[in-house]
């Protein structure tokens, strides 16, 4: 997304998930998603593809708050609700996005009268911004455990980007933190720069918000790892579908290795 302007598909993600029967906490909205979309230009169709991986994101999140996981980090929020669905006492939301989304996502937020003292919108720009940095002055606790969550994001991201993006997140990362991200993947013997220029071709976005890593999934595993984290749980949301090997869902441990994060030495 360049130049200020809205990120058409994060609209469409929000959209589908307005549709969807989703979970919440005694606290939270159930409704959320469907008011954050009031005056969003409709889709054509929902995308069902995005039907697994929120509810797999969704288990995550409420997973987290169970286990007393008190601070969630989404990178490219977009207009994701489970701030408001998911709001439980003592848990803080800190929602990284581009500013532009960002300014009309608080505009919502504030039409809506959403309680926000659990949320804090960033805004951050993956490209330039060091996400270490703009989360530590937001306000952030580098010494406590927290989930970090890049649902449908890594992807837009060339690989110079999600490594300093995941590295900072890790810096970032107490004892007891973990990361969940969909990663989207190829078979192994296929030029990655060529899939991504095929799948673009023959997407409505292509264009004005690219794909730009797709990588075999043994990639994702050593470029995790080189960024300080450690899959241990893996999911292909599409299994049983014809369509596995397209994406991956994973949660990750911060790796001992690095010596950072593990007792909040990695605070900027």
Aim: hydrophobic letters at 40%; a neutral charge; aromatic letters at 4%.
């Amino acid at each position: 997304m360049d130049g200020g302007l809205l990120s058409r598909t994060s609209q469409a993600v929000a959209l589908t998930r307005a549709g969807m029967s989703r979970p919440h906490t005694e606290q939270g909205d159930p409704d959320a998603q469907r008011r954050l979309c009031e005056g969003m230009a409709p889709i054509r169709r929902p995308r069902p593809g995005i039907w697994v991986r929120t509810r797999f994101f969704d288990d995550q999140v409420l997973a987290a708050v169970r286990a007393g996981v008190g601070q969630v980090v989404i990178c490219g929020a977009g207009y994701d609700d489970r701030a408001l669905r998911f709001r439980s006492p003592g848990v803080r939301f800190f929602e990284l996005d581009h500013p532009a989304t960002q300014a009309d996502k608080a505009r919502r937020l504030r039409a809506m009268g959403a309680d926000l003292q659990s949320v804090v919108l960033v805004a951050a720009d993956f490209r330039d911004d060091d996400a270490a940095a703009v989360l530590a002055a937001a306000g952030h606790d580098a010494t406590r455990p927290t989930l970090f969550l890049c649902e449908g994001l890594l992807i837009y991201l060339d690989q110079v980007v999600i490594r300093r993006l995941l590295a900072g997140l890790r810096s970032r990362a107490g004892a007891g933190s973990s990361l969940a991200a969909s990663l989207a993947t190829h078979p192994s013997g296929l030029d990655s720069a060529r899939v991504a220029e095929e799948l673009n071709a023959g997407r409505r976005h292509g264009d004005t918000e690219p794909w730009l890593t797709v990588l075999p999934a043994a990639d994702w595993r050593r470029l995790l790892g080189e960024a300080g984290w450690l899959i241990d749980r893996e999911a292909d949301p599409r299994a049983g579908s014809g369509a596995e090997g397209r994406s991956l869902l994973v949660v990750a441990q911060g790796s001992r290795a690095d010596g950072v994060g593990d007792a909040g030495r990695g605070g900027t």
